[in-house]
């Protein structure tokens, strides 16, 4: 982030001055040397991370062919025969139309193809970025390479977890994204498409609607909701339709009654199908919450609350907690002016969504890829070191100190305390603050 410094004051202008000659040149002989180098690393990094999905032996990515087999073949999706239980709890019933084409491969082919979509969903978010770039950040278009470089360090440890599972995150992420560029563009049909074929597989980001309506894209949100209500319809051939409402009612009763549930921690109040607070896994805001409120219950995570309450209390603090944040992101979306500040202003809902979701994994926050490439394009624009400085931290904390470096007491020490999800907390209330010092409009197209 510091790489654009003049360095023109203090002795470590050298520094400065070598570090911006590496990774930010002038010379566009260097540019296009280092843009090169920038490339190879990238195909040999897509084409190490394929081989490691397809080496993978377990992993959602199976739970999603057997969710899609008993799909095509008109069963419960839900029940586990091998298990004698429910999964996928989360997932809507039109979740099928991602996992039945998979179940018709085999399962190293499925990952390949899997794998290969990921990949894909990189280059297409790097090209949407440019974009932005181009719109947003003129002086930085030549340098996009490294800040696309570095906002993949800022969210290694996620891309990893999510393209070694087979997880969905970064494509779904990339939809969002092509969604929001679209309805900035004006391409507000084409957007609600994109973005309804996003929910319909995982309904995780639908709170950017909300970004739609304050902004007053009306033909967006609705052209999203009526695209998403058919597109959810799509599966019920396979079930009949009776029965196919039949999953849509418990799938989403189930829901219901899981956000609504109080006491997190003890599993045998968990609905069916649905995660219980294991090892502090899930990093949503109310987990979060509750870990610092209520003792760990059955959950087997570390201890770490400072201050005892009742389950009814906790409930209400972490809804509390929620209104504010989301208060805050409609706040910055109804005060910002086109252009930039717009867009960062999108930005903050994109940890907003994961901050509200109740099911929130680590793998999830792989979605943060175009908040961190803006705050890091933010950084640098604004040569304000803090940030960066601010960047650097959440790198360390949330990339760098995984199981390998710190152990599993480490591990789990920063998962008890919700490091990611209090991270999260904090680039969202980065891109609000930067969604308020932005230039007027510029190019959105």
Known sequence: MVAVESGETSGAMPTWARLRSLVAPDAPRARARRDRVLAIVAM???VLLMARAVRKEAGVLVLNQEFGARSLAGEDPYFDPANGQRVHGPYPPSYAIV??????LPTRAARLVWSSLQCGALVGLYVLLRRRTRASWPEL???VPVLFALALL?????????????????????????GLELALAGREGRAGLVIALGLIAKPNLAPLLLFYALRGRWRTVISATVLTSALFFAPAPFFGLERYLGLARDWFSSVVAYAQLEELHESALVPDGMPPALEAM????????????RSPGDSRALDVHFVEVSAHSAAWIARGFSLVLLSLCALSALRARPGRQEWLAAMAFVPLCLLLSPVTWKAHHVALLP????????????RQRWLGWTLAAYYVSCSLLSQELVGENGKNALQAVSVVTWAAVLLMGL???RASTGPAAEANS
């Open 154 to 178: 800022l969210v290694s440890r996620f891309l990893l977890r999510d393209m070694a599972a087979g997880g969905g995150n970064l494509l779904y992420g990339t939809l969002a994204l092509l």
């Open 99 to 104: 996992c039945a084409p998979l179940a018709l």
């Open 282 to 293: 899930n990093q949503s805001l109310r987990e979060a919450t509750y870990r610092l409120v």
């Open 44 to 46: 040999v990094g897509m």
């Open 371 to 382: 908040v961190l490439f803006g705050l890091t394009a933010e950084a640098v624009d604004s």
């Open 141 to 143: 278009a030549p340098h």
């Open 431 to 433: 891109c609000i603050a």
